[in-house]
């Protein structure tokens, strides 16, 4: 999520919020490579892309043009381009989730067509590609208050982004042979005005190189009162920033690396060694040779070995797993004379071995349930309990009912002064059962909660059930507040309808 | 020439309206979940407003007021006296039009040094929402949609206009918007649609109901779920005695639970004689004003004024409810309901 909500026009459409970018080589069979994206930052469980964007992943060749502080990567034509674009959705059967279909076209103009969530993926006939396109756990480590510079917990903890993984014969589609070091960048652009003139391509939504650029170094938190450049970036053309706006890019990138640098009060870059490096990351894209080895560790070595004036010595990219911001906070502030580490080294879910490779997505429902067994008969329990507004439970001071039936609403008001506001969704008194969402009240989102009283021999056994979306740290209170809830209230049965023998 | 049609082709393809409100549904719950576990921090209680606001408006649940109001009471707990609790609680007034408590809100925040932006952004909705000094709340909206040329500043700018009756100049405001949007997000351009057919029908001292309609339509095409459209249309198809198509329109959108869907079809369901079933949506919607009103009096006084008034069967209700609206916020158009209320309700006492 390193390029997540980094400007007012991703802030319109989250499914066009590009968080990440991905270069590996596949750890399933090293003779592939994995270019993937991620867009729609901290996005719920039924997500889907948008139908009004292409999504593209492009690859030019690079080569180093230059050591030391005259670093320089320079690419060349021709694109090497693989596109998505999504459908509307289609109806699943009855009770079913919707179903989304999109198409991948490749760069040697072969398309594919895929489904949204289809763990497999597609294939090409030819076995040179392979795409998936789904939900996934966002594998970001944010770990820092980056403005403060503090370690901290990961702040994307149980995250899920939309991702698009394709992974390809690499020999096939990048000949290396004729040269390993690429360049990527990945970008939403939307699908063009009806009646538009050729030649008028619509505005880019978002790009994203390597890690960070908008959010951390053209938006350096140190830098007070500086204008926020990142919407005007994003509108620039990759590969090719336009040369009027070169020198803005530049001073601000220069700005910006010399106040990280001056964080720790230790001046670890030249001015010439920190120019280079502005100027590197002038150049956004991210570097990878295919024909080293690509590893969690080695994201920007390419770069900083450049820098350094020696030649690199692994294929750089990024994979699932690289901690790219430690990585990226170590080199600009003390340029790797001491590691920074984040307040966790793990991402929520760590990355597969096999593909798609990014971990299933963070779903888990939680559930509380409690019960007991009372001495008198199920009718009897049920007058009183069954009754959506009836305050029988110790916890309850008062509770207000609005309308009847299913949808009334009862505002709870605890006897701690909390407010609850639960809505009726079904009522089967036959059953002697009731169901009800939490509208607000209960720290937790998608809470369904069941009551039933069942008979039980002579007497009666009371359930009380529910369950929620879960969200990592928070769990623990919510269980907590649930439990408590449902113990205290049941076993204050026992004091009105006796314990069953 | 004012043509929905001469508008296409400057109108940026969007995300598919089904799509976008279940993005939405998911980015709001996910929202929730951040808030719940970490409350205070630093735009995860901005998020769940913004995501909460696009839920009120453009699905019309209405229960988004409930949610917010406790997020305000949990954020009160989790960061009291800040700032910025201060600005998100006026921003949770302002939505439900209690806006003593908004302004009250926004001082608070001032002292305690809110950003002077956000500050000043939000007592210029406020104002305009209650009608206050318009004219120079125009000066300000012209001054902002020019220098920043965005959408939504285009759109307070024309909706401004329209309350001032300046109905052409409220009419380019709005197509400039259509002609300024890049986004791909379709709740703006929907909103857009929607503010036209509202001063084509509502607003514009000659209605054009079928300009009107073309607007709603437009705005039903891109986000097929927006149900305040869904009314105003069916409202215009009810008129022009094609209760048929009206019908249409307001069955999909009966469980979203606003009252006002459930009393426009049960009028639409006695022009068609099926008098049983209209009675069971207005016993509906007057349960569904009374809760409403119960826990938001402010927000929904206008609208409860509004079906009191009419198949509601109540004036005195109406006329309480539209001269607390009106009290509240004294614009012209507050002020002429409770005048057409006031004067149909000494009628009624004439008669009898």
Known sequence: MSDHIDGPRQIGDPSADLTDLFAFTSPENPSRTV???????????????SNAITHSIVVRRAKVNGLGDATKFVTSDPEIRFSVRFDTLERGAAGQKPIQRGTCTFPDGQTLRIVVNDEKGASTPDGTFRVFAGLRSDPFILAWIVAAMRPFQNLLQNDNVLCIVIEFDTRRVLEPDRGSLF????????????????????????????????????????????????????????????????????????????????????????????????????????????????????????????????TYQTGGGRTVDANVIDILLTWIVNRDRELLRGGTTKATKPGMTTFPYFATPNLDLQHVSDSINLEAPPDKVWELVGQFGGNWHPLIAQIRLI?????????????????????????????????????????????????QVKPNGAGSTVEWRAQYLGNGQGDLVVKTIVSTLFKTGLESLKQRFGAAK | ?????????????????????????????????????????????ETVIENEQLTLQFVGDLSALDRVALLAVQLDQAKPAS???????????????????????????????????????????????????????????????????????????GSLLADLRDFDAAHDAYRHA??????????????????????????????????????????????????????????????????????????PVVTIGDPEVDWRLADVLADQGKFEESEERMKAAHFG???????????????????????????????????????????PRALEQAHSIAISAADQVVAL
């Open chain 2, 289 to 331: 004003f009374e809760s409403l009103l119960e826990r938001h009096l402010l927000a929904f006084a206008d609208h409860g004024a509004e079906f009191y008034a009419g198949s509601g069967g109540d004036l005195r209700r109406a006329l309480h409810l539209a001269g607390v609206n009106a009290d509240n916020r004294p614009t």
């Open chain 1, 403 to 451: 309308g009847t039936g299913v949808g009334e609403l009862r505002i709870i008001e605890t006897i701690d002064r909390q407010a609850i506001i639960e809505r009726l969704d079904h009522l089967d008194n036959s059953a002697r059962s009731y169901r009800y969402t939490n509208i607000a009240g209960i720290p937790a989102s998608d809470y369904t909660g069941t009551f």
């Open chain 1, 183 to 310: 360049g990527v960048i990945a970008e939403t652009v939307p699908l063009a005005r009806q009646n538009a003139l050729v030649g008028h391509e619509p505005l880019r939504l978002d790009w994203v190189g390597r890690p960070e650029q908008t959010n951390v170094r053209l938006n350096c938190a140190f830098l007070k009162d500086a204008d926020d450049l990142r919407d005007l970036w994003n509108q620039q053309t990759p590969f090719a920033i336009a040369d009027g706006l070169r020198p803005l890019f530049l001073q601000r990138l220069k700005d910006s690396l010399a106040a990280y640098d001056m964080h720790d009060g230790r001046q670890d870059w030249t001015p010439a060694a920190l120019t280079a490096n502005a100027n590197m990351f002038l150049d956004d894209f991210l570097l990878f040779d295919v024909a080293k080895p690509i590893t969690d560790t080695s994201h920007m070595e390419i770069e900083k070995s450049t820098l350094d004036g020696k």
């Open chain 1, 35 to 49: 270019l993937a994206a991620n867009v729609f930052p901290t996005c719920g469980r039924d997500a889907m892309f």
């Open chain 2, 1 to 45: 020439m004012r043509t929905v049609a001469g508008l296409d082709c400057v109108i940026t393809p969007t995300t598919d309206g089904e799509i976008a409100i279940i993005n939405l549904g998911s980015a709001r719950s996910r929202s929730w979940s951040r808030f719940f576990a970490d409350p205070a921090r630093d735009g995860v209680a």
């Open chain 2, 83 to 157: 700032a910025r609790t201060r600005l998100i609680q006026a921003q949770v007034a302002s939505m439900a039009h209690r806006f003593s408590d908004a302004r009250r809100y926004l001082a608070e925040a001032e002292i305690g040094r809110a950003p002077a932006a956000e500050v000043d952004r939000l007592r210029l909705t406020i104002d305009q929402a209650c009608g206050n000094d318009l004219h120079s709340v125009l000066d300000v909206r012209r001054r902002i949609a020019t220098e920043t040329g965005g959408i939504e500043d285009l759109v307070a700018l």
């Open chain 2, 178 to 251: 259509l002609q300024a949007y890049r986004d791909v997000s379709p709740f703006p351009i929907a909103r857009i649609c929607f503010q036209l057919g509202m001063l084509w029908r509502e607003l514009a001292p000659n209605p054009n109901p079928a300009l009107a309609g073309s607007w709603y339509r437009r705005a039903i095409a891109i986000l097929p779920m927006y149900t305040k459209a869904r009314v105003h249309l069916a409202e215009i198809c009810s008129a022009e005695g094609n209760s048929g198509e009206a019908e249409e329109l307001l069955r």
